[in-house]
C-alpha cells in the first residue's frame, strides 16, 4: 500500500506478521481491507529503501498531529537560519522556533543542532519529525531517537 507523507509517497509493505489495529471505530476483527483512501494511518517498522517500509503494525487513528520518525538522510542550513531535513524522501522545513531535542528529550543548543545536522549528511540518523495539526510542511519539533 501507499501511504502519503506531507507530498511524498511511502510504499508500506505488509505481511502476514503484519497486524493491524483500529483506534477509530474499534472494529475487531480488522485488516488492511478497512482501510480507506482518507483514512489517518500509523504505521511502525522498519525502513527498506529510500521511500519503503515494511510495517510491523498499521493503525487507523483519528487525524492528528503529522509525525514522521526514520532515518534522516539530507540535512541544509543552520540552527540560526533554518533549513531543511529530508527522512524517507519527505523534506521537512525548520525555522528558528523548531525545537529540537537529544535523545534524551533535553532541548539542543544552537551549536548541538549544527553537528546534528552536519552528521545527517555523512551518517543517516534516526529522528522523529513532529509537524502539529493543521500540517504545513514545518517541522514544530525534531527530536533525535536512539
Not at 503484519?18 to 480507506?36: A, K, M, Q
Not at 483514512?39 to 510495517?55: K, L, Q, S
Not at 514522521?68 to 531535513?85: I, K, P, R
Amino acid at each position: 500500500m501507499d501511504v502519503v507523507a506531507g507530498g511524498s509517497v511511502i510504499t508500506v509493505t505488509v505481511n502476514n506478521e503484519t497486524t493491524f489495529e483500529d483506534d477509530v471505530s474499534g472494529l475487531e476483527p480488522f485488516n488492511i481491507t478497512h482501510l480507506g483512501t482518507s483514512d489517518f494511518v500509523e504505521v511502525i517498522g522498519f525502513e527498506t529503501g529510500a521511500t519503503a517500509v515494511t510495517a510491523t503494525k498499521v493503525k487507523r487513528r483519528a487525524a492528528d498531529d503529522f509525525i514522521l520518525q526514520g532515518y534522516a538522510t539530507e540535512a541544509t542550513g543552520s540552527a540560526a537560519g533554518g533549513g531543511t531535513v529530508t527522512v524517507l524522501g519527505e523534506t521537512f522545513d525548520f525555522t528558528t522556533g523548531t525545537d529540537f531535542e537529544d535523545e534524551n528529550d533535553v532541548a539542543m543548543t544552537d551549536p548541538q543542532i549544527t553537528t546534528l545536522l552536519s552528521t545527517i549528511n555523512s551518517t543517516p540518523t534516526l529522528i522523529k519529525v513532529k509537524d502539529t495539526v493543521t500540517a504545513d510542511g514545518v517541522a514544530d519539533e525534531i527530536d533525535v531517537e536512539d
